[in-house]
């Protein structure tokens, strides 16, 4: 599966963004993330529609989500995220 960045790159995309200091309330503390620009707001559905949801995010939810909570992602993002794959 491809990170948005490794998709950027494949898809000749210049990676070097600006970046600001994230803080993720989790154990990962405090990050640098990068400042995407607008336009490429577009690319960045079409790669979490086509690669993200559904390569990547079910494994992700399934870490920290109850049944019932996959059952009510599933339906908000209409794709079936099954607790037990």
Not at 48 to 74: A, H, M
Request: hydrophobic share 30%; with cysteine.
């Amino acid at each position: 599966c491809l990170t948005w960045c490794h998709w950027l790159k494949q898809n000749g995309y210049e990676t070097d963004f600006e970046q600001y200091i994230h803080h993720y309330p989790d154990k990962r503390g405090e990050q640098l993330a990068n400042i995407y620009p607008y336009k490429l707001l577009g690319e960045f559905h079409q790669w979490l529609d086509e690669t993200y949801i559904p390569e990547k995010f079910p494994e992700y939810v399934r870490k920290f989500v109850t049944p019932e909570e996959c059952k009510l992602i599933s339906e908000a993002i209409g794709y079936e995220i099954n607790l037990h794959p």
